[in-house]
């Protein structure tokens, strides 16, 4: 399964999975049943200004701009919806919204306003150029991209993932510590969410197996890495590194 890994502000990486492309499908088959809504609403008030109850509000001096008016208010938002959603909403339209997915740079971060962009442009080419065949560049684009882009996203380096958690780092390297614990080794700085982890899963496995070797070499490479100089026995400070660096990103 693809994956998109999202670092928070804690330290913590957060692991994502790429939306499939039948759930990108039915959150832009919502998202035309909104604008569908909202040009039938428009119809209605368009309806209003024919029988004179909506002439007087715009300008019952000039029919020309009335209309034109009426046209602007009704294409321009509809023909920009994507964009005006995803950038109000952080990556999501309605249709994200109810799919519970959202769009996302490659790295993670969220999308800025020139990426947004460049998606919204290259619907044209994703969905609208063959009409015919509406969408079909796009969901053959999906279903070649091994991270589920369309030509869009490829261009602004983006995709769509479900907001449903794969994993989190936190999940394998928490260890609860007082609120006065001091930290032992401060050094423990130099590492990232994914050594730690990697060292909780080696610590695990090695008192699993009862392998003290495993263990020492752990140690030993800890030390190598972060320059820590201790003598404490190595399942004593594989231990203690790891509440020194929840204990240290926590106050962070």
């Not at 999501?92 to 947004?116: E, F, I």
């Not at 699993?208 to 190598?224: F, I, Q, W």
Request: glycine share 6%; net charge negative.
């Amino acid at each position: 399964m693809n994956t998109i890994v999202i670092p928070t502000a804690q330290h913590i990486e957060l692991e994502y999975p790429v939306a499939k492309t039948g759930e990108r499908v039915l959150g832009a088959l919502i998202d035309a049943g909104v604008l569908a809504l909202y040009v039938y609403l428009w119809a209605r008030l368009l309806t209003l200004y024919e029988a004179d109850i909506f002439r007087s509000i715009l300008d019952p001096t000039d029919e020309t701009y009335a209309s034109l008016s009426l046209a602007v208010l009704t294409i321009l938002p509809a023909a920009c919806y994507s964009l005006i959603t995803e950038w109000i909403f952080n990556g999501r339209s309605l249709g994200k919204l109810v799919m519970n997915t959202q769009t996302v740079r490659l790295d993670g971060s969220a999308p800025s306003l020139g990426d947004l962009l460049i998606r919204w442009l290259l619907r044209l080419v994703d969905v609208w150029i063959i009409l015919p065949f509406y969408g079909l560049p796009g969901l053959i684009a999906l279903s070649a991209s091994p991270r589920g882009q369309r030509l869009g996203d490829m261009a602004a380096g983006t995709t769509v993932i479900r907001l449903k958690l794969v994993a989190t780092f936190v999940n394998t390297i928490y260890v609860d510590t007082e609120e006065d614990y001091q930290v032992v080794f401060p050094e423990i700085s130099a590492l990232s969410d994914r050594d730690v982890s990697i060292l909780k899963e080696v610590l695990d496995a090695g008192l699993k197996s009862n392998n003290p070797g495993l263990l020492l070499r752990l140690a030993a490479r800890v030390k190598e890495v972060t320059g820590i100089r201790t003598d404490m026995e190595p399942r004593a400070f594989l231990e203690t590194l790891l509440r020194d660096y929840n204990h240290y990103f926590r106050r962070e």
